[in-house]
Nanobody, 124 residues
Framework: QLQLVESGGGLVQPGGSLRLSCAAS????????IGWFRQAPGKEREGVAC????????YYTDSVKGRFTISRDIAKNTVYLQMNSLKYADSAVYYC?????????????????WGQGTQVTVSS
């Protein structure tokens, strides 16, 4: 059964860090790009980061460049999103999703399977 399960969200103070995990099952990461998206209340879903099927390239939206890092562990079939220097604006539900292709595209319509999401709240 194809499944993506996110974990690692929580409450963190501004400037803090969190690491999100996306455990994939029912397929292997070698053939699909994996993206991280987020959605805050009243806002559209936004592409945050992506890693290609080869793992050789990563992409980030401008607002998280230099603060977030996407990576993966093939043996664990898991993708991570390390988030540092968190800001209030990073508060959202974070989703991982499997791409329809091996390359990265930061638009949600190019992803066919989604996890249930994990809440990240940045608050003092």
């Amino acid at each position: 059964q194809l499944q993506l399960v996110e974990s690692g969200g929580g409450l963190v103070q501004p400037g803090g860090s969190l690491r999100l995990s996306c455990a994939a099952s029912g397929f292997t990461l070698d053939y699909y790009a994996i993206g991280w998206f987020r959605q805050a209340p009243g806002k559209e879903r936004e592409g945050v980061a992506c890693i290609t099927a080869s793992g050789g390239m990563t992409y980030y939206t401008d607002s998280v460049k230099g603060r977030f890092t996407i990576s993966r562990d093939i043996a664990k079939n898991t993708v991570y999103l390390q988030m540092n220097s968190l800001k209030y604006a990073d508060s959202a539900v974070y989703y991982c999703a499997r791409g329809l292709q091996a390359s990265c595209m930061m638009t949600s319509r190019r992803y066919d399977h989604w996890g249930q999401g994990t809440q990240v709240t940045v608050s003092s």
